[in-house]
């Protein structure tokens, strides 16, 4: 079969060209394979392992197909998006800046009203925006419990400076990643809001 077209498999949707680069996602998919067929007893624990690290290292779509294969023959269950999707998984740029200023606000002092302004507004046309937004929300609101609760204890009120400037901190690398459209989440975040 040539490199350049990867025909339709028998009852599936097409599959993208085999140099495409994947996803965490697609990678994850096929690891949920891979554990269920160990969980099967089709694979044993090395067989299993080296499938893993084969799938969690791949960087094409020709990397994982083998792995499907050995697991369900010539026609894999495993079925990726097609390269119509990788395109549009890529936020635009208004979404990216509207994605920013949620991790950002934290630096105007606007920490918890900025985050859920941006959820509330932008967030309702644009996922990207909503799961930074959100994402951004429950770090300050986090952050907020940790310095009402903390300065009860002698260690907690030191600690409280040393939080508040790593949460500046981490707003500026949550908006640069939001800028560069990667994924970010903040360390020790209790997540109330989905």
Known sequence: MPATATPPWPGRAPMPHPQLRVTNQDREQVVEHVKAAYAEGRLDKHEMDERLHLAMTARTH????????????????????????????????????GAAASHL????????????????????????????????????????????????????????????????VLCVVGGVSALAATEFRYPLTVRLIK
């Open 105 to 168: 606000f934290g630096l105007l002092g606007l920490f918890i009203i900025g985050p859920l302004l941006m959820m509330v507004t932008a967030g309702r046309t644009s996922p990207y925006i909503r799961k930074h937004a959100v994402e951004s929300l429950n770090f300050h609101l986090t952050v907020l419990g940790a310095t009402v609760l903390l300065p009860f204890t002698v260690v907690g009120v030191v600690l409280v400076p040393v939080i508040w400037v790593v949460g500046l």
């Open 62 to 97: 020709a990397d994982l197909v083998p792995i499907m294969n050995d697991l369900y023959g010539t026609r894999p269950a495993y079925v990726p998006r097609p390269p119509a999707y990788h395109a549009a998984a890529v936020p635009d740029g208004g979404d990216r800046v």
